[in-house]
């Protein structure tokens, strides 16, 4: 193996703690990955990695000697890049919040593919907070405001909220005629793991954001579960407009106080900051923000009211 293979191996092996798992990411046998680290220790003279029985971590030496492989190795790529006609290749690794996931991505990903035959794309399907480095993630797609200081974040889209019930809950209950006179009326409550609560329900009136709790039977903490207790009647909820956009065409679900609606949501794509942005991720970026575009309505809200929406 040669010294940049050795590089990018131990890179991957610092990044997900793991013999074992940096092997099965580059398609190498796990013997073949310690190896290439223990050859570069006996060049180096210094020893890069601490391993213990549970995880794999870097040494001070190993620490700097990490940073100054990734610099290494994103030169070297975009240098073939450069030679190659641009063209991506490699193992793409993305996070994705599932019902985005199906809703933009997969149907328009058979022309992706075809576009760049050289790439190969592993899709994750989570909601959860995700470490990329440790995960060997490369990008993340998520909705809300970025708090972790530690990623590069990049806003792709922004998706106009709403507030509905199902039609069996307004024949009940009555539709709703203002935010701030829902006395009798119940939500479906949403557990949020970033506020260790439930969230409240949020209305934009005259440019102000005002939130209102109502009494709940039922708490949930899943973006498809919580929409399906609605259309059991179990409440209001709030979501993108474009998760229950065929629930309101057939009449099943009712859009409720659509003057004063939710603040938007913004959807970023976060990546690490210590990373050179890839030629991998560049073109899934540039694509993703098109795919997003293309399926927002005109007139959709740009930045005003946007909603914070913990990260998952």
Request: charged share 25%.
């Amino acid at each position: 193996m040669d010294r940049l293979d050795a590089m990018r191996v131990f890179a991957r092996v610092l990044e997900r703690g793991s013999f074992v798992r940096a092997a099965e990411d580059l398609g190498l046998s796990a013997s073949t990955a310690t190896d290439a680290v223990k050859q570069l220790e006996a060049r180096l003279k210094v020893r890069l990695l601490q391993r213990t029985t549970r995880q794999v971590r870097a040494t001070p030496d190993g620490e700097d000697y990490y940073r100054r492989c990734l610099a290494i190795l994103a030169d070297v790529e975009e240098a073939e890049n450069g030679f190659s006609g641009g063209r991506p290749r490699g193992v793409l690794r993305v996070d994705v919040q599932g019902s985005q996931l199906r809703r933009f991505i997969l149907p328009a990903l058979p022309r992706f593919l075809a576009d760049y035959p050289e790439l190969d794309l592993f899709l994750g399907e989570t909601d959860r907070f995700v470490d990329l480095v440790r995960e060997g993630i490369d990008c993340v797609l998520r909705t809300g405001e970025p708090r972790d200081g530690e990623l590069i974040a990049r806003r792709i889209a922004v998706l106009p909220e709403v507030t509905v019930a199902s039609a069996a809950y307004v024949a009940r209950a009555g539709l709703p005629r203002r935010w701030d006179a829902l006395d009798g009326h119940l939500m479906v409550g949403f557990h949020s793991s970033a506020i260790g609560g439930v969230l409240p329900l949020e209305f934009m009136v005259d440019g102000v954001r005002r939130t209102v709790t109502l009494p709940n039977r039922l708490t949930v903490n899943g973006a498809e579960t919580y929409q399906a207790a609605a259309r059991q009647g179990l409440g209001l909820i709030q979501v993108p407009r474009y998760a229950v956009e065929a629930g309101l065409a057939d009449g099943s679900l009712v859009e409720c106080l659509p003057e004063t609606p939710p603040s938007a949501t913004s959807v970023y794509v976060l990546y690490p900051r210590s990373r050179q942005l890839s030629l991998r991720v560049r073109v899934f970026i540039d694509w993703v923000v098109a795919l997003y575009a293309q399926h927002l309505r005109p007139g959709a809200p740009a930045t005003e009211g946007v909603r914070d929406v913990p990260m998952g």
